[in-house]
């Protein structure tokens, strides 16, 4: 079905979940550090990317901050600790979703096969907003004419509010709509992916308007 690349340096782990995801109907690819995984991913295109924090020559972070640059895949995160600010702090690395130890595999395959679902779900057509343009099939954004470098959840919340114009969403709606109903984090994720997206965007980030108490809208006239 999927092609998932497991990063962790436990062998006993890695061979768990190597086992659920193959029973779970998806082809794995194993690495022990992040070396080797950005090495895998540099030479086969990966569809999602389970991600162990805690590593050996190169922590999880940095693996997923250096991943972004290769793919825009789905990327679930490993850890074994639970604080807020790591957590936040994958998110703005590009992580899509977190998973802190000990979790249940059959919990963490469900996730995989949602991750892959959502992004393979694109309405057909291209969007244009301004110098935005947005290619649903391809899981493709550009600006003026030129490939975007976008984390997965950056491209959906981009893709989500786009195809949604002048709509105010407040950020509790928007991780509903982008993350979906089981993601357990903060609203402040909403707001660093928001900022990324209006870094990346330059000044045609303009069009992602902030409302005062209410939320956010994409807005084409603005």
Not at 200 to 221: A, D, M, N, P, W
């Amino acid at each position: 079905m999927a092609n998932i690349l497991i990063v962790e340096d436990e062998q006993a782990m890695q061979a768990i979940l190597a086992e659920y995801m193959g029973n779970g109907g998806h082809t794995c690819f194993t690495a022990g550090d992040g070396v080797d995984a950005l090495t895998i991913l540099k030479n086969h295109p990966m569809d999602l990317m389970i991600l162990d924090v805690m590593m050996p020559h190169l922590d999880g972070f940095s693996v997923c901050k250096l991943a972004r640059e290769l793919s825009s895949m789905p990327i679930i995160m490993l850890t074994a600790r639970g604080d807020e600010a790591d957590k936040l702090k994958g998110y703005d690395y590009g992580a899509d979703d977190y998973m802190t130890k000990p979790f249940s595999p059959k919990v963490l395959l469900a996730k995989v096969n949602a991750l892959l679902r959502r992004a393979s779900a694109a309405p057909a057509g291209t969007i244009y907003a301004g110098k935005i343009s947005l290619q649903p099939n391809a899981h493709r954004a550009c600006l003026d004419g030129q490939a975007l470098t976008l984390t997965h959840k950056e491209y959906a919340l981009l893709a989500f509010l786009m195809a949604n114009p002048s709509q105010v969403f407040s950020r509790e709606q928007l991780l509903n709509r982008v993350w979906g109903y089981d993601f357990q984090g903060s609203t402040r994720t909403v707001d660093t992916h928001i900022k990324t997206l209006r870094q990346k965007l330059g000044e045609e980030g303009r069009h992602i308007v902030t409302l005062i108490r209410s939320g956010y809208k994409f807005e084409v006239t603005v």
